[in-house]
């Protein structure tokens, strides 16, 4: 099964990548641009073997509370939103800044899941993908937490990287977070938690992954990410 898993990997020609909140802090209070420069090297490093990178990131809410000098992450969802209004341009500015070195240029996209139900509007959002695609450019995509709340509240973005994977018809979809993996039970302050390394069609209990201080995710939220992902083929 491993073995088939990283067959699977080297296969893949058009990845989504999604980054949440709680790798992009670093356990810190703030966007740590050492981590945003460090991915985009890896992506760029994937695009240069001849794949196609889509990224999807979060830490908007992250990098407004920074700015806005907010004491802590804000409880409310209106906060949320304005702290994500304020923060989104500032999270693109540091993608931008980081893919510029290594020549790759990045696209602002916004999605909600509303966007993705409409006929007329996920196949305008495939065509400007698959335009940008084929430009070489890297789209960077978060929710449009101004008019959405649906990942703000449960997801950090976690179900929009499941549905973006297949506006595109990605091969496979990469969630990253600050664990090592899917485990039996949450791993931090319990030793007795084993990671499973690949996951079939068995259920899952991962009810136990709340997410960390910075996101909204957690293991349960990529759990059904990763099922929406598999039963679309990815
Ligand atoms: N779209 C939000 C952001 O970029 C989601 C993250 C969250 O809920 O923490 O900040």
Redesign the pocket.
Known sequence: MEALRSQLSLRARRLVVKV??GVLSAGSERLDLRTIRRLARELAGLKAEGREILLV????????SERLALKA?PASIEL?QA??AV??SR?MRAWEEAFDKEGLAVAQVLLTREDLRDRRRYLNARNTASALLRLGVVPVI??N?TVAVE???F???DV?SALAASLVGADLLVLLTDQDGLYDRDPRGDDRARLIPVVGSEKVQASTGR?GP????GMESKVSAARMASSAGI
């Open positions: 949440g909140s990131s979060s830490g908007a809410i992250l990098a407004g992450r949320k702290a994500a923060g989104q999270l978060n929710e937490d990942e703000i509240r997801g950090d973005n929009l997410a910075r996101g909204t995710g």
